[in-house]
């Protein structure tokens, strides 16, 4: 993986396994996106306006910034790309704006 910085090694840290690997192969086939949030406590969930349910609290969702042309492919890519041969893709691939121009792309798995 490209060099990333502390704050996306430590979201990468916070994943699960099998998570960790949907992103290490999503951040290869597009390396320009940067890591903007991973696993969240409860409370820190609430903060940001999470759902109740959401897959960031198990580590299992990673949202993800950068050039729109990228999020927008990488989107199409994690639909597609498979870990393993009991992999079924993701739960949730989601193109999000929050306020502002700013968009980002939310994936679970
Ligand atoms: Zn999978
Ligand atoms: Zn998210």
Same mark, same amino acid.
């Given at each position: 993986?490209? /060099?990333?910085? #502390? &704050? *996306? !090694?430590?979201?990468l840290?916070g994943l699960t396994p099998h998570t960790l690997a949907h992103v /290490?192969?999503?951040?290869? =086939?597009?390396? $320009? $996106?940067? %890591?903007? /949030?991973g696993r969240?406590? &409860? !409370?820190?969930?609430?903060? =940001?306006?999470?759902?109740?349910?959401?897959w960031? %609290?198990r580590g299992r969702a990673v949202? $993800?910034?950068?050039?729109?042309?990228? %999020?927008?492919? &990488?989107?199409? *890519?994690?639909?597609?790309?498979? =870990?393993?041969?009991?992999?079924?893709?993701?739960?949730? =691939?989601? %193109?999000? #704006?929050?306020?502002?121009?700013? !968009?980002?792309?939310?994936v679970a798995w």
């Amino acid at each position: 993986m490209p /060099s990333r910085t #502390y &704050a *996306e !090694q430590k979201i990468l840290r916070g994943l699960t396994p099998h998570t960790l690997a949907h992103v /290490s192969q999503l951040l290869e =086939v597009a390396p $320009l $996106l940067r %890591l903007s /949030s991973g696993r969240r406590t &409860a !409370q820190r969930n609430r903060e =940001v306006g999470g759902s109740p349910r959401s897959w960031h %609290l198990r580590g299992r969702a990673v949202d $993800l910034i950068g050039p729109e042309w990228d %999020l927008t492919r &990488a989107a199409g *890519e994690a639909w597609a790309l498979r =870990v393993g041969h009991h992999c079924t893709g993701p739960e949730e =691939v989601l %193109l999000e #704006y929050l306020g502002g121009p700013r !968009q980002h792309l939310h994936v679970a798995w």
